[in-house]
Nanobody
Framework: QVQLVESGGGLVQAGGSLRLSCAASGRTLHSYSMGWFRQVPGKEREFVAAMSWGGTSTYYEDAVKGRFIISRDNTKNTVYLQMNSLKPEDTAAYYC????????????????????WGQGTQVTVSS
């Protein structure tokens, strides 16, 4: 199993930016497809972005396309989520997730497809 720790959350005004980091330990992230999800109280955890372990494939939820960018640095065992043009509706706890896969180009968009999760980091966007 790989352990994941998110950081970089905080309070930001609408229109601002944040970069979330997800640092892995225990195993290298090589061969792990990565995802970012978010959750607000009382709602289900929803998909935000995903990247294959080869880095060649990405996928974004429609509401964040053009504003968020997922990236990874396998040498640092870290995945990032750059969030630009933030909106109040982006307020949520953000979680990174990892899934071991033999496919370097596959992304996963369902939370049920991931079996490694971080503890989350809170992002609050004020209007």
């Amino acid at each position: 199993q790989v352990q994941l720790v998110e950081s970089g959350g905080g309070l930001v005004q609408a229109g601002g930016s944040l970069r979330l980091s997800c640092a892995a330990s225990g195993r290298t992230l090589h061969s792990y497809s990565m995802g970012w999800f978010r959750q607000v109280p009382g709602k289900e955890r929803e998909f935000v972005a995903a990247m294959s372990w080869g880095g060649t494939s990405t996928y974004y939820e429609d509401a964040v396309k053009g504003r968020f960018i997922i990236s990874r640095d396998n040498t640092k065992n870290t995945v990032y989520l750059q969030m630009n043009s933030l909106k109040p509706e982006d307020t949520a706890a953000y979680y990174c997730a990892a899934r071991y896969t033999y496919s370097p180009a596959t992304t996963y968009r369902s939370r049920y497809e991931y079996d490694n999760w971080g503890q989350g980091t809170q992002v609050t966007v004020s209007s």
